[in-house]
């Protein structure tokens, strides 16, 4: 067994429940096979996969957290806040989980109505034929069918040119605030962490700001080693982890075979400078015997 700190966890990943491609089941099958000891399934602004993820761990003997990730509006800015180890059946999260998700639908409306007037018809259909909830429809099915047409290769191009600031399909919107975001992690007995806090691109006096904000209404987390940081994107969050005292998580961000750039569980150990999240939830893991 490699020492806690070098424990192979993954504590970001999507599946069908919000924009990921996999069904849980797979997901668990594929984190095991790939070698992860510890995952979450962290969807969009959703919980309704916990119980089927958690199961699925189980029985593999793949120890499970309980996770989503949701989508805050601080600054003007989208940014994304994990939860992890609450109670998926809490009140307070449930509600707030199905009032983050409650816009989404009337968003991809608009947004459908951008892409026509830049002479793509048909985007709200071809995206909700990539998502099992019409709640849950996010930027990433409209990705999809813009691939699927033909309008663009990959879904990174889809945005680079299209459904971000400026460009075609954009819609703004306004998510959860980020206490409330905190609070409802929190007060189900979760810890809450900022998900790759670099695709934020803040300045250096918003991103204090962040952070103060967020460990005041009681965050504790940082996702430090993410596929959407580079080598120095870690080292510059590993800095901040220590500054103000927060425990640094690990997570692919995994959403499909094909799209995403980092499998489960394929990325590099956390830097021995920070406290891994997963030592301040050792009581809320499900099936830790597996790893202890
Ligand atoms: P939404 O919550 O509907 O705004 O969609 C956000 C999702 O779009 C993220 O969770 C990612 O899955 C995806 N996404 C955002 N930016 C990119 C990008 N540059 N390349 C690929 N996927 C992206
Ligand atoms: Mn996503
Ligand atoms: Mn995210
Ligand atoms: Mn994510």
Redesign the pocket.
């Known amino acids: 067994m490699r020492p806690v700190h070098l424990l192979n966890a993954d504590l970001h990943s ?1 599946s069908t429940v ?2 990921g491609t996999l069904q849980p089941e797979d997901l668990a099958a594929r984190a095991h096979a790939n070698g992860v000891q510890l995952w979450a399934l962290t969807d ?2 959703a919980v309704a996969g916990q119980a089927r993820a958690r199961e699925a761990a189980l029985d593999l003997g793949l120890a499970y957290l309980t996770g989503t ?1 949701v ?1 805050v509006t601080f600054a003007g800015e ?1 940014v ?1 806040v994990i939860g992890l180890g609450f109670d998926p059946d809490n009140d307070d999260l449930v509600r707030g989980l199905a009032a983050t998700r409650g816009g ?1 639908l009337q ?1 991809a409306r608009e947004m459908a109505d951008s892409l026509a007037r830049a002479g793509i018809p048909g985007a709200l259909d071809g995206a909700l034929a990539y998502v099992d909830d019409p709640e849950a ?7 999809r069918f813009l691939v699927e047409r033909g309008v663009c290769a990959d ?2 191009e ?3 040119r299209f ?2 600031d400026g460009k075609p399909g954009h819609v703004p ?1 306004r ?1 959860a605030k980020l206490g409330d975001a905190v609070r409802w992690i929190t007060q189900a007995g979760g810890v809450a962490v900022v998900a790759h806090p670099a ?1 934020c691109h803040f300045s250096p006096t918003l991103e204090y700001a962040l952070f103060s904000e967020f460990h005041t209404h009681g965050g504790r987390g940082v996702e430090v080693m993410v596929s959407a940081h580079n080598e120095a994107e870690r080292t510059h969050f590993a800095g901040i982890a220590q500054e103000f005292g927060l425990l640094a998580s690990r997570g692919s ?1 995994f ?1 499909d075979p094909v ?1 995403s750039r980092i499998d489960l569980g394929a990325l590099p150990d956390l830097p021995g400078s920070v406290t891994p999240v997963w030592q301040a939830l050792a009581a809320r893991i499900h099936g830790l015997s597996a790893v202890a």
């Open positions: 999507h919000s924009d969009h602004d990730e989508s989208t994304h989404r968003r429809v996010s930027r990433t099915h409209f990705a879904a990174h889809v945005f680079r459904l971000t919107h998510w695709r961000d959403h799209e």
